[in-house]
């Protein structure tokens, strides 16, 4: 070696040749010289000892290999024959041998640490980056294919190399390169290593090999989760690194054989990799009670802005875990069919181990964790709106893609495994749902099923059974956590008053728990980045929904929906679950109440959803359920404007935007009938249905009756509807509207009944309560100092208020009701008096009329008569403006004021003179109390004829006489399988609640009965006589 040039022996070699040969030879040696270089800067190593000279090329410091510099004849260039060997030297070399063998281009020179690198798989690492950043690129990728051959050999050997812990240097890698400026190199670097290892070794083999870094990812998530996973640096920083195994499709099916469980146990699925990041939520959990230790911490004394300030950060948590899982599967899921397939397979298991969560919802802690053997709230929710963001590509209204969509799908089974990946099926269970409309065994077996189903119907009837089980099983429990609340809040109310009472602490305790739990799981329900999407996603499923029950056999393109409906597709119908629509009515219904801010989102296609209430809500034939039907009545309420006339700004045009559904969609003049219909389906359901339940299903329908009585349209629809009841009151099938009409009295008597009921009751409990504390003796008062007096005080003085409480609750619930049914019969009566003054109607409206006219204005009323109205929703004087209003609607029919003057039970002379006083105190219009005066005045001159008829009733035969009511028959009629007699309009009232002959319970229908005429003849021959003799 020279002093000028280390590389002469290289340039010595052009001497012996001509000058066009050393012109081609001095190129191949400036390409030899610049890959020595190359080689050095990137493996800081050198086979040459000198230094001194350094080119502007050559790094300061490097290793020298001596021992290859002495097999190659004192060689002191690095090239393409000797690089591995150098290489395989180089990583070989313990931390000594590093420092002892480094040379330097002056003694002054510093040793850059990279040099001796004593790390082998940093080492390569680094080097790989390096190698980068050559603009040679041609060297470049001869450099790195000799680091990942060299990497694969230290991944599949690792005992080659002495005193290395390959499994710690991959971690060190993944947690500290992962975030530096290099890190895209080196993900490259890992990636390529990691497919080098495959091409000589099994796929077990790069698993055991990533396992350990999966499995420091999970602890890394787990520790995130006890807090907030998004305040956890580990945890965040290993959200971010679990994306690399979505590079390839070798990484992935790593990743999803680290994460799947054989296990079919829902907390198994909760403990994986993914089941642990998506349970970070506020949401109590099963590793703790959740984030709402920290969001909500004494929930009783929070402000709205400390409120607002923990939904922010539980949103910010929510946003990113689910942003980055929706990331991470959507690489995932275009990588490859295998791994799409993989991913989709643990979803489906997943939600298939929490199918038990709507029926456990009842079985929740008062502190929001869930039952042992389920997923969390959080975990399902953040689920939910992951799989939702998928959905995103098909979730505009009429889009294409929804045509991909085949109901059959959830009537599929498979004998083999094998066939759900082939036909792109991953739900488990849908056969075992219920349907839309039920199917015959051979119809089922009938249905043409696709090959396949593909991507998007896989992930639509995913989605469909994730949000059922997801947000409809998180709902029931918060409505039952409710309840629960309301239970407590007023022992925690008084334990407020009296700190030093019996179990106050436990009382405190256990309300501000639930409180935490109230807000937690009410926070993590409302998140703008989970029901946004949901409302979008639920619009195409209106969409779909409705084009499929109105459309043929092959949907093949979105029409417009006109009416009358067309014949429905039966079989698909019977192919979709319950719960697509069902999970619509939560979206609705969870946005209106908590989050109505976010409709403004979706109200432009509000249509759609009106069109599926159009088409379901009334249809026996496209939805066999009365409950679920019911329940799309709710989102009718909810989809109604709000009258409030301080809205300003959006507001005003979203409620512009709700009115105009009601008044210029397309197809709304159908709605009343179809509102009608729901409401007397709910009743002849033949299922065992309590009151208090068919209630609640009709109170927002008397919400939307009142709101739409105000629209001219939908009014004249209405009284189109009582015009044909009235044409056709005796046809064999009742009509719709007087079927209505009959539950609509059915429903004031009970619930106005059972409110004055449990509003006497009240009024005594308080007067009790009252004269216990006036009568108390001294001697009492003392014995409190002693404790068990006062613990017995105490336990009866809880008792009394839980009884109080729970009695409240009812009042409340009745009362409110009671006014809703008797305003809507005071609309309906303004404009369809004829009907209600019909024969089969009358007297049961009367006398309803009397009996609580007279309960609410007679003597009597002070029994109603509580300390605070308002506390339990009782308003008598607006009952009582109604029902006169109802009364002066009536006023013209004569048979009406026949029939209130000859209610022997409830009606006397002082009725309407009692009601005039009243509605003076209460200020009703004078106009008003004028003509009900003038009424009470023709009803009393009736009352007179009716004595007349009530002596002749006294005297007449038994044959004459009604056996149900005992009254004088008018039109006597024969029963066809009894043959008893009864009057006609007797049996028409009961044919209307049961089509049964009230004798032998026989099916009846009105057209049925047999006129007896000459029994008719001899009733009216026999007053006639009673008259004349009385005459006489």
């Known amino acids: 070696m020279t002093d000028s040039n280390p590389f002469a022996a290289l340039q010595n070699a052009t001497n012996s040749h001509s000058k ?20 050095e800067r990137v493996f800081l190593v050198s086979l040459d000892k000198d230094l001194s000279d ?28 000797n690089i591995s060997q150098a290489m395989f030297e180089r990583t070989l070399m313990s931390s000594k041998q590093l420092r002892k063998s480094v040379v330097k281009a002056t003694a002054d020179s510093a040793v850059d640490h990279n040099v001796i690198e004593d790390q082998t798989l940093v080492y390569l690492c680094n080097c790989y980056i390096r190698a980068s950043k050559e603009r040679n690129q041609v060297n470049a990728q001869n450099c790195k294919d000799v680091i990942t051959e060299n990497a694969s050999t230290c991944l599949r050997q690792p005992d080659l190399y002495e005193g290395q812990n390959i499994e710690e240097q991959m971690c060190t890698i993944f947690f500290t390169e992962f975030f530096s400026a290099d890190s895209e190199h080196m993900l490259n670097f890992l990636e390529k290593s990691f497919n ?122 929510s946003s990113m875990i689910t942003s980055c899982m929706h990331n991470l599967f959507n690489k995932i899921f275009r990588l490859s069919p295998r791994t799409k397939h993989l991913l ?55 889009s294409s893609l929804l045509l991909k969509l085949r109901p059959q799908y959830c009537r599929q089974q498979f004998k083999e495994a094998n066939d759900q990946e082939q036909r792109h099926h991953h739900c488990l269970g849908l056969p075992d749902e219920t349907f839309l409309i039920s199917l015959e065994e051979n119809e089922v077996e ?94 195409a499923s209106a969409t779909y929904l409705s084009y499929l029950a109105t459309g043929g056999d092959n949907v093949s393109q979105f029409s417009p929906l006109t009416f009358p409906l067309t014949a429905c597709n039966t079989r698909l119908l019977g192919c979709m679950p319950e719960f697509v629509i ?79 559904l009601f008044t210029s969609h397309p197809n709304i003049d159908n709605l009343a009938e179809v509102l009608f219909t729901v409401f007397v389906s709910i009743e002849t359901t033949g299922e065992s249905v309590q009151f208090e339940q068919k209630l609640n299903y009709r109170q927002p329908m008397y919400k939307v009756i009142d709101y739409i009585w105000k629209i001219d349209l939908h009014q004249k629809a209405i009284v189109r509807l009582a015009d044909v009841a009235l044409k056709d009151i005796e046809n064999t099938d009742a009509p719709l509207f007087l079927k209505f009409v009959n539950l609509l009295v059915n429903d004031a008597n009970f619930l106005l009944g059972e409110a004055l009921d449990l509003m006497k009751q009240l009024k005594e409990k308080e007067q009790e309560n009252q004269e216990s504390a ?94 605070e109205f308002a506390k339990y929703e009782f308003k008598p004087a607006v009952v009582v403006a109604e029902i006169s209003d109802i009364y002066l609607n009536l006023a013209h029919s004569e048979s009406f004021c026949e029939a209130v003057s000859g209610d022997g039970r409830s009606y006397s002379p002082k009725l309407f003179p009692q009601t005039v006083t009243v509605l003076n105190k209460i200020h009703h219009p004078f106009d008003k109390i004028q003509q009900f005066t003038e009424l009470g005045h023709t009803i009393e001159n009736a009352a007179a004829k009716h004595l007349e008829d009530d002596d002749l009733v006294a005297s007449a035969p038994e044959e004459f006489l009604d056996p149900l009511l005992g009254t004088l028959m008018k039109d006597p009629v024969i029963l066809p399988s009894s043959k008893i007699v009864v009057d006609k309009s007797t049996i028409a009232r009961h044919i209307l609640s049961d089509q049964n002959d009230p004798f032998n319970r026989n099916p009846l229908a009105l057209d049925q009965v047999i006129p007896d005429s000459q029994l008719k003849s001899r009733i009216n021959e026999w007053i006639a006589e009673q008259r004349k003799a009385k005459l006489s």
């Open 20 to 39: 066009d040969e050393n012109h081609v030879t001095e190129k191949m040696v400036r390409e030899k010289l610049e890959l020595s270089y190359c080689y």
């Open 54 to 81: 350094v080119d502007v090329h050559r790094p300061n410091s490097l290793v020298f290999l001596e021992d290859l510099h002495n097999t190659l004849d004192q060689q002191e260039w690095l090239d393409i024959e």
């Open 196 to 317: 080098k290892v495959l091409e000589s070794e099994d796929f077990l083999t790069l698993c055991s090999l990533l396992h350990p870094i999966l499995s420091k990812l999970h602890r890394a998530c787990t520790r995130g989760l006890l807090g907030k996973l998004c305040d956890d640096s580990d945890a965040s920083n290993a959200l971010k690194i679990i994306h690399f195994f979505a590079r390839n499709q070798n990484l992935a099916e790593v990743l999803l054989g680290y994460t799947n469980t054989t296990s079919s146990s829902a907390r198994a699925f909760e403990k994986s990799l993914f089941g642990t990041i998506l349970s970070s939520s506020c949401a109590p959990g099963h590793y703790r009670e959740g984030a709402a230790n920290d969001l909500f911490i004494n929930p009783d004394k929070m402000t709205q802005a400390d409120v607002d300030r923990a939904e922010a950060m539980a949103y910010s948590n």
């Open 344 to 398: 989709l397979n643990w979803i489906g298991r997943l939600i298939a181990a929490n199918s038990g969560r709507v029926q456990l919802a009842s079985t929740m802690a008062m502190d929001g964790a869930p039952p042992r053997d389920e997923c969390s709230d959080g975990l399902m929710l953040n689920l939910c709106n992951v799989l939702v963001r998928m959905c995103e590509p098909f979730c505009k209204p009429k």
């Open 446 to 539: 009938e249905l043409e099923m696709p090959t396949e189903y593909g991507f998007v119907c896989d992930v639509f009837f995913l989605t469909q059974q994730a949000l059922y089980l997801g947000v409809h099983g998180t709902k029931e429990k918060f409505l039952n956590l409710n309840r629960e609340l309301n239970r407590i809040q007023s022992l925690y109310q008084q334990v407020q008053n009296n700190p030093a009472a019996p179990n106050a602490e436990a009382i405190k305790f256990a309300f501000e728990r639930a409180m935490k739990a109230y807000m937690a799981i009410r926070t993590a329900m409302i998140d703008p980045e989970l029901l946004k999407p949901i409302l979008r996603f639920h619009i």
């Open 582 to 660: 069902n999970n619509i009515t939560d979206a609705m219904v969870i946005t209106r109440r908590f989050k109505s801010v976010y409709l403004q989102d979706v109200l432009e296609f509000g249509g759609h959803f009106m069109d599926l209430i159009l088409v379901f809500m009334g249809s026996k034939s496209r939805l066999k359920n009365p409950h679920l039907r019911a329940k799309l009545a709710e989102v009718l309420y909810e989809m109604m404007p709000n009258e409030d006339n301080n809205a300003t700004g959006r507001d005003i045009v979203q409620e512009m935007v709700k009115r105009d």
């Open 774 to 867: 006036a009568t108390m003796s001294q001697r009492e008062k003392e014995q409190e100092n002693q404790e068990s007096a006062a613990t017995m005080s105490q336990r009866e003085m809880q008792q009394r208020e839980a009884n109080m409480s729970h009695m409240a609750q009812f009042a409340r619930f009745h009362n409110s009701a009671a006014v809703d049914t008797i305003h809507t019969l005071s609309l309906l009566t303004s404009e369809c008096s004829k009907l209600f003054c019909h024969s089969v109607m009358v007297d049961r409206i009367a006398s309803m009329l009397n009996y609580f006219l007279r309960e609410l204005t007679g003597p009597q009323m002070g029994a109603f008569k509580v300390k």
